[in-house]
């Protein structure tokens, strides 16, 4: 073999080597979202003249990946949707809701009304809080219910929530039984699905949960 063929061959070998290298390190620092239960969590409050309320999380993590991949890209414009589902697999909810990140703003804007200051729903702002950046260091929450103590019925909560009396949608109620949670992330990877489980099951704040 001639001296140039050797370097010819090499010089592929290099090229493919290279490559073989950055396709490795392209797909150990994609971003690879999880869903996760979010048990540690609690988010009550209660409105001036109303019964107490809690939100409903989970969390999404950008796992860690492995060695000696040092970490993962971003997460960047994740979106995320829930579907809404009975036990026999029928539609509880026809269409699928996006979901709003609680770490966003609320999609409020500050407007003068009757003499005094009001907050009204404002599109863009909901647009905004529909997609979020999620990075390795840190979790996501995103919005899963809404109840109110007292009350059998617990309602799907997310921006669009905003645009009535107590965040309460009438389409989105779930009166007391077990639902199936079909929760899509999108993001750079592709779409990710996962499911849950929430059970609603009295009138108070603990009677009602996400599981796996």
């Given at each position: 073999m001639t001296d140039l063929a050797s370097i010819a061959i090499g010089f592929i070998f290099g090229i493919l080597a290279s490559g073989i290298?950055?396709?490795i390190y392209d797909k150990g620092t994609k971003p690879l979202l999880q869903i996760l239960l979010d048990d540690s969590h609690?988010?009550?409050?209660?409105?001036?003249?109303?019964?107490p309320h809690e939100f409903y999380h989970l969390k999404v993590r950008n796992v860690s990946p492995?060695?000696?991949?040092p970490g993962r890209r971003p997460a960047?414009?994740?979106?995320?949707?829930?579907?809404?589902?009975?036990?026999n697999?029928?539609?509880?909810i026809p269409d699928a809701i996006t979901v709003r990140w609680p770490s966003k703003p609320e999609p409020l804007l500050p407007a003068p009304y009757a003499g005094r200051l009001t907050n009204i729903f404002d599109p863009t702002r909901s647009v905004y809080a529909q997609s979020i950046d999620v990075y390795s260091h840190?979790?996501?929450r995103l919005n899963v219910a809404i109840k109110y103590e007292g009350s059998q019925d617990c309602h799907i909560f997310s921006n669009e929530s905003y645009r009535y009396p107590m965040w309460q949608n009438p389409a989105?109620?779930?009166?007391n039984g077990t639902y199936k949670l079909k929760i899509t992330l999108y993001y750079e990877r592709g779409a990710r699905e996962f499911d849950f489980t929430l059970l609603n099951t009295g009138i108070t704040l603990d009677d009602l949960s996400i599981e796996l």
């Open positions: 290298a950055a396709w609690r988010a009550k409050g209660q409105i001036q003249g109303q019964a492995h060695w000696p991949v960047l414009a994740c979106k995320a949707t829930i579907e809404v589902f009975d036990l697999e029928s539609r509880v840190e979790d996501q989105w109620r779930l009166g």
